[in-house]
């Protein structure tokens, strides 16, 4: 249903999209997601958009250097990260969820129904 892929070994600094391909009944669906989780650490929300009306949220950690954004014709979803940082190390997830809700309730991974199966991404000198 969902296919994440564009990470990679970046330089501290650096810049990546991450892409992720929504098919079959994932498609249909009213939200999206992404979300990161570092060794040793939870799995955490990183930024979302609602279909309805492209209202996006992001974590504090990456407000201002992440865009979030969703190619309808194409069923993509994307995340732009820039000023990367070691922190940003982590396996990145894209979820979808057919739920019209609150822009805030889309940091919650409980809301989301389909998930994709990670892209690792790398921040090192």
């Known amino acids: 249903q969902l296919q994440a892929c564009g990470g990679g070994l970046v330089r501290p600094g650096g810049s990546l999209r991450l892409s992720c391909a929504v098919s079959g009944d994932a498609s249909d669906d009213y939200g999206a997601g992404w979300f990161r989780q570092a060794p040793g650490k939870e799995r955490e929300f990183v930024a979302a958009?609602?279909?309805?009306?492209?209202?996006?949220r992001y974590a504090d950690s990456v407000k201002g250097r992440s865009t979030i954004s969703r190619d309808n014709a194409n069923n993509m979803v994307y995340l732009y990260m820039g000023s990367l940082r070691p922190e940003d190390t982590a396996v990145y997830y894209c979820?979808?969820?057919?739920?019209?809700?609150?822009?805030?309730?889309?940091?919650?991974?409980?809301?989301?129904?389909?998930w994709g199966q990670g892209t690792q991404v790398t921040v090192s000198s």
């Open positions: 958009i609602r279909w309805a009306d492209r209202h996006t």
């Open positions: 979820a979808v969820t057919p739920r019209t809700l609150n822009i805030g309730s889309y940091s919650r991974e409980s809301i989301y129904t389909y």
